[in-house]
């Protein structure tokens, strides 16, 4: 016989926390869009979720010098040491 009292809780953990948990590891990864693994798939989206590289800004931007991805926000090449300023191009 199924214990009804015990049936909120287990909602809770098995999809409320996951998707708590989602929500910290994509703000933490600034990849907003980590949040609906937790949704669709609990835990095991969690697990997914915190094996996703992070996100570096919206997208990468490519440096005019050597032509290397560089994050967006980055004022200077991590590769070449040029400064960037505003004249970073998108890929
Ligand atoms: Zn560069």
Not at 20 to 48: D, N, Q, S, T, Y
Not at 71 to 91: D, F, I, K, N, Y
Request: glycine share 8%; with cysteine; aromatic share 8%.
């Amino acid at each position: 016989m199924v214990d009804h009292a015990a049936v909120p809780l287990v909602i809770i953990w098995l999809w409320v926390a996951p998707v708590l948990f989602a929500r910290v590891i994509a703000e933490a990864k600034m990849r907003p869009g980590l949040v609906w693994w937790g949704v669709f798939l609990g835990w095991v989206g969690v697990a997914v979720a915190a094996f996703m590289p992070p996100g570096i800004g919206r997208s990468p931007v490519r440096c005019p010098h050597c032509l290397t991805l560089v994050p967006r926000q980055a004022t200077r090449c991590a590769h070449c040491a040029s400064e960037l300023g505003t004249r970073a191009v998108s890929p």
